[in-house]
Structures are given as C-alpha cells and as structure tokens.
C-alpha cells in the first residue's frame, strides 16, 4: 500500500513539473530607469547614444532575436522612429543586455519611448512591463542672423577649398600599400594589408597622373557634382578647374560618358552640363543623357541600382530631368507619368517618404526629412501643383518636423536633406515660408556658423561612414576634422540656391489648378472657371493671352472668353478666369490654353494646355438601355453579357496600371485612368442595370469620397482573367490590390453592390464620371470596398508581383456572393 502510494506521488511530481516547465513562459520588461543618455544635456542636432537594459524577468529563455525600438515622441501621435534593427540575439531566463543607438537631439522636451518587442511576436507571462519613456531636453540651436555679404564670403570661401580638393588623394600605409583616400577613409585601415593608417597625412597623385577629377575611383559622378557646385558658385566655366574637370569627364575618366550605367552619372552630368548656360555646345550630350536615363527607368517608374527603384536616386534623376527640361530636351510624358506614379504609391500614411516603397530603408524606419523633400521636389519638377494632395501631404511633413539642425527621422545625410529642403521650395512657384519658418535665413545662419576655417563643412555622418550604418569603422586621426565634399557641395548649393535655368521662354499651366465655382451646374446658371498660368522661363513674357473652351479646340471647340496677361514675370504665378453660362445637359470638357495662336516662341509648348471635366444637370433620367437576348437566360446589355444560368457578367477591359497608389479597382475610359488599376470598356449605367437585372440590390450608404461608414448592398465577387504566354491566368480583383500598411494584398471579402447615385439633376454619377469600382469609397461608385481602409485613399496600390503588364486584355467576371 505504501509502495503504490508512494509510485501514485511520484507520477503526480512529475507531472506537475512537466506542466510546470511546459508553462514557462518569459517575461521582457523595461523601465525608464534602465534608459540612458550619453549627454543629459544636449542642443539640438548633437550626435548621441540612448541606451537601454532589456531583462528577461520569465522562467524561459528566449533563443530568437528580440527588436527594441526606440521612438522619438508618442508613437500614437506620429513619433518618428530613431532606431532600425535594433536588435538583442536572444536572453536567457534572469538575464539582462543593454542595447544603443545613434540620435541626433531635438529642441526642446522630448519623450523617448523603448518599447520591447513592439510587434508582440514573443509569447510572455507579462505583457505590460515591455514599454517605458524617459524625457530628455535639448537646447535649441542659436546663431546670428547672416546678410548677403557673408553668405557670399561663405561661397566664395567654400569654392576654393573645392579646388584644393581636385585631382587624386591616396595614402600610404607603413608597408608601402597605397589607398586611395575614399578607402583609406571608408576602412580607417589599409585594405591590402590592414595596418592601421593613424598618423599618416593623404597625399596627392602628380596631376599628369591623375588630373581633374574628384574622387574619381568612386565614379564620374563626384567631378560632376564639384563642377556643377563651382558654377553656381560663380566659378567662370574657363577657370581652370572647371576645364579640368570637364577634360577628366570627357577624356580621361576611367569610363567613357557613352559607357556609364549609372542614373547617378547622368543625372550629375547633365547638371553640370547645363549649369554652363552652353546649350549651344552640349545640348546633343545633353539629350543623350536624358535618353539613357529614360532606358535606366525601372519597370515601377523609379531609378535605382539595378531593377530595384529608390527615392535617392529621385534626388539627382528627377533634378537632373527637371535641368533638362529647361533647356528644351525631349523627354517622353511617360517618363514623367511613371515616375510619379511610382512617387505617390510609396508615399507613407504619415505623408512622409522612405528610400523604398516598402516604407523602410538603409537609413531609417520610418519617413524621413531627406527623402520626404526628394519626393516634394521631384513631383513638382514633374508638374504638380503645391495644391497636389500629395505634395500638400508631403509639405505638411516637412513643417511637421521641420529642422535645421539635423535630418529629421534618420541620424544620417544632414546636408543632404538640406539642399533636397531648398530644391522643394524653390522649384517654381517658389515658397518663402515653410509654416513660419523663414527657412533660408534660418539654415543659411547655420551654415555660415557650422564653415570651417578651411572652407569646407564637416559632414554630420561623413559620406564614407554611412555604408556602414551604425557600425563606423576606425576613422584615423587625420579623418576626423577633415571636410567632406558632398557635405560641402550641398551646402554650397543650398546657400546659392542653384536651381537650372531656363534656356528660354516657357509658360505652362499648373495641373490640377482648374476650378469651378460649380461642379455640377443646372443649364443656363453662370459657372466661374479658375486656372493657374507659371512663366518657368528665364526671362519676362509681355502680352500673353489664355483662352478658354467648352470642348477641345482643336476639334471644334466653343471659344467661351480669352483673358490678356500684360506681364508674367519670371517665376510669377498668375490665376486666369472665366465666366461661362452652362449649356446642354451632359459631361463637358472645358479647356483653358496658353497662346492659342502660338505667338510666343517657347521650348516647351507641352505644358500650354489643361482641361477638366464638369457634368451640366437637366431634367432627363438616364436611359435604361435596350437590352438583347442572346439564349435562354443570356444577354447582353451594350458590352456586358449576362447569363442568368451561371449568375454571372462579364466585361472586357485592359489592365491600366502595373504599379502604383490606386483609388479605383476599375474606371471607363472618361474616368480617373491615373489612379486606376483597370480601364473597363463598358457604359457603367449598362453595368448597374445588369447587376439589378441579376436580382442584386443596392443600398449606397456613402455620404462623401473617403467616408468611413460601410457601403450597404448585395456582395459580389470578382475576378479577372488575362493571357500570359498562351495560359488563361484568373485571379480574385482582391490579389490584384495590395495594401501597403499590412503589407498584404485584399483579403476575400467580395465587393459590395452599393449602386451609383443619381443626383438632383437626374446625372447618373457613374455614367457622368466613369467610376465603376472603386477602393476608396465613393457614393459615385457601382461596387465598392467594405473594408474600413476603403477611408484611406494612401493605402492600396497595385499588386506588382501579380499584375500583368499595362495594356493587357483582361476579362472581369462578376458574381453574386453564394453562386457556384
């Protein structure tokens, strides 16, 4: 009896400690007391370390990898992330590690927040001890303000360093290895042997061995950079220094300009190109860089190493484009339209940019002031207006988390964010003010403080540190105060505010600048039109007439009134206007056009044209269609067949977008075809009739674009066939929209038959403005999205990896929700 007693409380021992150890479980905890500042006491911009003491208070161990994040102000609140793969290789149970990373401090109070494990990807015993927030105080930055003068003594000063700088420097290390000084400045070290190079001053090539360039051994991008730099700096084109470069370039770099592969070198040599005002002897070179550029462009519209697109490349591609066309080079629209496109589909939901479209990046992970003003830029170099959402989005960021002292969100390329902050400003229509910021006096009275003796500038994070990202490497004595040439070209170009100039006369219209004082007018009302006119040109435009149209007027178009424009001023912006009585019922292309009579001589005539659409009310309902009997139970009602035996509608269409931001699944060809996945040919009121016809109900349930109540009606599902090298490919319209923020296309939950508006002067929306599915909701829609995100118009874009190529037959196949 003992011995079974004794057997019974054994088995139960063990068992108990087996369910004991099973439910072991870690628990990671962090308190405020356990964050540090490497300096309590900081002004703002001062490079520092915040650490952090991460234990693992559980009974289990925890082998993986565990992130710590660290996050500058209230996440919940759009606080930037300060650190990216901050990571701690796994802690045993009791055990503690302390982690750190670099920041750059802000002005002011600022809460630190360290959250452990921030995605919840580690089971714990405890998960409410993971986060804490310390608060530290940065002063704020003061220098005194700076007049013209010496700004100017600062750019002339920073020139001639820049020359000092020409030709090739290398150093020796004790075992007679020579390096040249970009590696010698990357690796702190010799890269043939390793001997340390502490101690040892570089040296420079004799110029017959090694004349003109800078930096050469990195690529011909540099010298393009120094020469472009030196003649905005003023810098005559026959100084000396300039004609070494240019012969370097030309004939003595290592690769010829016909064999460069990198958008970086074209985009650098046009700049320099044109900053010469030569156009007469470079205009053919010129050219030819734009063109290799446009065979560079990713297939996502983008520029980057290889096939991969980043916003960096943006910085010199789209400025380099935006010089060219200045200068009168052809550039195809689809280049533009690409890259744009590209552009605004990796706009963050914060209106930031990252240096990928995923949102993340080599240098931060989250938004950024450098690439969020690269992004600004490039769209307005593209044409947008500064009433464009996303370059409104984007300028908001930008004031957001305005400084002068550091680039906001990455601890990296401070300068560069400056000089991509002075091109977004100052790209016509310039911008003075950034909130209440007078943006150029207060970064040009940094700078002038932050100039060395010598001319040149320290870089924050010297170009040659940052491929390293976070882990510098041993920088020798001689390294560490000596000036960096990009830091020091940006700051040149900051201070000189070099922006292309035109070679000639342009006048363009602003897109997206036409209004109407009505949308949708009742015939015979009055409607006041407004559209915006910009002279990009170099110089004055004098007697300038703009015409307004109802309808284009190379086809026919109805004059509705010209309004004269004495003077355009260079950089001036000027609204034009209109006053039209609306006629006929129906949609109407209204027109306004710069020089109609092609009076003014112009390298560009491209950009003298704009139109909108607005829908005259009336009386008269839309027509039912006729509708055709094709079968037992077939049909068909315009361009869409209807079988009632198998419950489906099928229309035909092509694939319209292959990348980028969407707001609509599907449009007809009047519609919004530059946010649009797919252009279906069909009349959206034989669709609606359609689905009615099949027993489905609508409902709407949407007061506005973006409203976040869910669309009421029948679901249906929807699927979309194409050929791919002689396979019939079908997938469900969700695969084809990828959601950028789950990072995750649509999940299956069919689309709701919400059913177009008819409005008050009997226009059936859809028909009017072609909007037939829509991923953003809209009341004007036949089938929209039932997911909350259908209130995010940033949200989806296009499935790259699955879409097909733009201009693919696709065959769209409708069904109620339940049929087979």
């Not at 042997?193 to 051994?217: H, K, T, V």
């Not at 914060?350 to 600004?376: I, K, L, Q, R």
């Amino acid at each position: 009896m003992i011995k079974k007693s004794f057997l019974c409380l054994m088995i139960f021992t063990g068992m108990f400690w087996s369910l004991t150890s099973a439910l072991a479980l870690p628990d990671l905890a962090i308190d405020s007391e356990s964050i540090g500042f490497s300096d309590n006491n900081p002004t703002e911009g001062d490079p520092m370390s915040i650490t952090a003491k991460v234990i693992n208070k559980g009974d289990a161990e925890i082998p993986d990898d565990i992130e710590v994040r660290f996050i500058e102000g209230d996440p919940e609140k759009g606080g930037l992330q300060i650190s990216f793969e901050a990571i701690i290789l796994g802690l045993k149970a009791g055990e503690s590690k302390t982690i750190d990373v670099k920041w750059r401090a802000a002005s002011g109070k600022t809460d630190i927040h360290v959250i452990a494990d921030p995605e919840n990807e580690i089971k714990e015993s405890n998960e409410k001890n993971n986060y804490a927030i310390k608060p530290i105080e940065g002063k704020k930055w003061k220098s005194p303000k700076v007049n013209e003068k010496q700004i100017n003594e600062t750019i002339k000063k920073a020139a001639e360093w820049i020359k000092s700088q020409q030709g090739e420097f290398y150093v020796t290390c004790p075992n007679g290895h020579d390096n040249f000084l970009y590696a010698a400045l990357a690796y702190g070290k010799c890269v043939i042997c390793g001997a340390s190079l502490d101690g040892i001053s570089p040296e420079r090539y004799p110029e017959q061995q090694r004349p003109g360039g800078w930096m050469a051994e990195i690529g011909p991008g540099m010298t393009s950079l120094m020469i472009m730099t030196l003649l905005h700096a003023g810098v005559d084109v026959s100084d000396p220094a300039i004609e070494k470069g240019f012969d370097h370039l030309f004939n003595k770099a290592p690769t010829k300009w016909e064999e460069w592969t990198d958008p970086y070198d074209f985009s650098t040599g046009i700049l320099a190109l044109t900053a010469t005002g030569n156009k007469e002897k470079y205009m053919d070179l010129v050219q030819y860089s734009v063109n290799r550029l446009e065979a560079l462009q990713t297939e996502d519209g983008g520029w980057g190493y290889g096939t991969i697109a980043d916003a960096a490349h943006l910085q010199y591609v789209m400025f380099g484009l935006y010089a060219a066309k200045q200068w009168g080079a052809e550039i195809k629209p689809d280049t533009w339209t690409r890259a744009v496109a590209w552009l605004i589909g990796m706009q963050q939901p914060d209106g930031g940019w990252n240096y990928y479209s995923s949102g993340s990046g080599p240098y931060a992970e989250c938004s950024y002031g450098s690439m969020t003003a690269t992004a600004v830029m490039s769209l307005k170099a593209a044409g947008l207006s500064r009433d464009n959402k996303a370059v409104k989005r984007g300028v908001e960021w930008l004031e957001r988390y305005y400084s002068i002292t550091r680039n906001p969100g990455t601890f990296y390329w401070h300068y560069y964010y400056l000089v991509a902050l002075q091109r977004a400003m100052d790209i016509p229509p310039k911008q003075e003010k950034l909130g209440s910021h007078d943006w150029y006096q207060e970064i040009a009275s940094f700078l002038v403080k932050k100039q060395q003796e010598d001319g040149s500038w320290i870089a924050a994070t010297p170009i040659y540190t940052t491929g390293a990202i976070g882990q510098a490497p041993e920088i020798a004595s001689w390294a560490k105060d000596r000036g960096d040439l990009m830091a020091t070209s940006f700051a040149v170009l900051f201070l000189t505010r070099a922006m292309p100039e035109p070679a000639g006369t342009d006048v363009g219209m602003i897109k997206d600048k036409m209004e109407f004082s009505k949308s949708s007018p009742d015939e015979g009302e009055e409607v006041t039109i407004k559209a915006s006119v910009i002279n990009q040109g170099s110089i004055p435009v004098e007697n300038l007439e703009v015409k307004f149209y109802d309808g284009a007027p190379e086809s026919g178009g109805v004059l509705i009134a010209a309004q004269p424009l004495p003077l355009l001023s260079v950089g001036q912006e000027a609204q034009v206007k209109a006053t039209w009585k609306a006629v006929n019922t129906g949609e109407h292309k209204i027109y306004a056009v710069i020089d109609p009579s092609d009076i003014i001589q112009e390298f560009d005539e491209k950009n003298n044209i704009i139109f909108d659409t607005i829908i005259v009310g009336g009386e008269e309902k839309p027509a039912i269609p006729a509708m055709v009997k094709l079968g037992n139970g077939l049909y068909k009602l315009g361009k869409v067949d209807v079988d009632l035996n198998s419950n489906t509608i099928k229309i035909h269409g092509k694939m319209n977008m292959s990348y980028g931001l969407i707001e609509l699944l599907a449009c007809s060809s009047i519609g919004k075809v530059h946010e649009s996945a797919i252009v279906l040919d069909v009349d959206p009121i034989h669709l609606q009739t359609a689905l009615i016809l099949m027993g489905l109900e609508y409902e709407g349930g949407l007061r506005y674009q973006g409203d976040p109540q869910t669309p009421k009606g029948d679901r249906v599902y929807i699927w979309v066939e194409w050929n791919s090298e002689g396979q019939v490919k079908r997938h469900r319209a969700e695969d084809l929209v990828f959601n950028r923020e789950k990072q995750s296309t649509m999940p299956h939950v069919g689309w709701v038959f919400s059913g177009s508006r008819i409005n008050d002067n009997g226009v059936f929306m859809a028909q009017a403005i072609g909007t037939i599915i829509t991923t953003f909701h809209d009341p004007d829609a036949i089938i929209d999205n039932p997911l909350p995100e259908g209130a995010d118009d940033t949200v989806y874009i296009v499935n790259t990896k699955l879409a097909p190529p733009k201009g693919t037959d696709i065959t769209m196949i409708i069904t109620p929700v339940g049929s087979s």
